[in-house]
């Protein structure tokens, strides 16, 4: 399947963290599309999991984005799949759509280290964050080199949907108007 399927799809939300993101260009935009994106999953039955990167140094994720302590990997390692217990947090055969800052540091050695377990990436653009703009555009064309999808918040949430029919489409629309 080339679309992304709310029933074979983990949310994953890369270490938004509170001493990161003033430094972050366009940082309220990314912040703004992982609520979003949280919100659509959590409406649509699609898991969420976060990470926090050295928290102790970092500092822990935005208010605004509150993310439950049940799915909360902290991490010290880039690439959150080298953290221990991380990749038992995503079920089996389950694609990744990726949300978070750095895109060209953690984010992009997390996607990396997914797709070189075979795993399906999505990465979300508009809810990517890095302090300087031409670091994102590197990580992405690299993701994207590498086998990663680049989408959009509102593509994800339409494709999680799947139809208009679906009973919850206009809980869902109204999180991306």
Do not use: Y
């Not at 976060?50 to 822990?60: S, V």
């Not at 949430?157 to 206009?170: G, I, Q």
């Amino acid at each position: 399947m080339l679309t992304i399927e709310a029933h074979a799809s983990t949310l994953l939300v890369v270490d938004f963290q509170a001493r990161l993101m003033p430094s972050i260009d366009q940082g309220e935009t990314a912040v703004a599309n992982a609520r979003r994106l949280i919100d659509a999953a959590a409406l649509l039955g699609v898991p969420s999991l976060f990470t926090e990167q050295n928290a102790k140094g970092l500092g822990p994720t935005v208010a605004e984005l509150e993310p439950p302590p049940a799915v909360l990997a902290h991490k010290m390692t880039f690439d959150a799949c080298r953290a221990p217990g991380f990749l038992d947090c995503i079920a089996p055969g389950h694609a990744v759509v990726v949300a978070g800052c750095e895109a060209h540091v953690c984010v992009l050695q997390t996607v990396l280290g997914l797709l070189s377990r075979n795993r399906k990436v999505f990465a979300v653009r508009d809810a990517l964050g890095a302090r300087r703009a031409e670091s994102k555009e590197t990580a992405l064309r690299r993701m994207e080199r590498h086998g990663a999808e680049v989408v959009t918040t509102e593509m994800v949430v339409f494709e999680w949907l799947s139809t208009c029919e679906h009973p919850r489409f206009r809980q869902a629309v109204a999180l991306i108007k």
